[in-house]
């Protein structure tokens, strides 16, 4: 009899082994679907957060082209209209 309890002992610490070995692999395929989630969610976000950064570029192309044509264009003005003369 005690071979069989020792061979019924040795079966419940393997079922419980595996079980464990089980919830733990659960767990880490769970983590791993959360985690391929979030990484979607932050590749969409970084898509769009990209689209934004290069339409802000052009934005500021602009604005730097008019600030730089408005330059061009007050040089001109003074180069043709001479300063009143101060008394």
Sequence with gaps: MANAEISLTAHKINETYVKALEERVDCLESRNV??????EQLSEELAVHQSEITELKKQIQLVANRIKDSGQLSSDKEQIEPPPPHY
């Design 34 to 39: 959360f985690q391929d989630d979030v990484i």
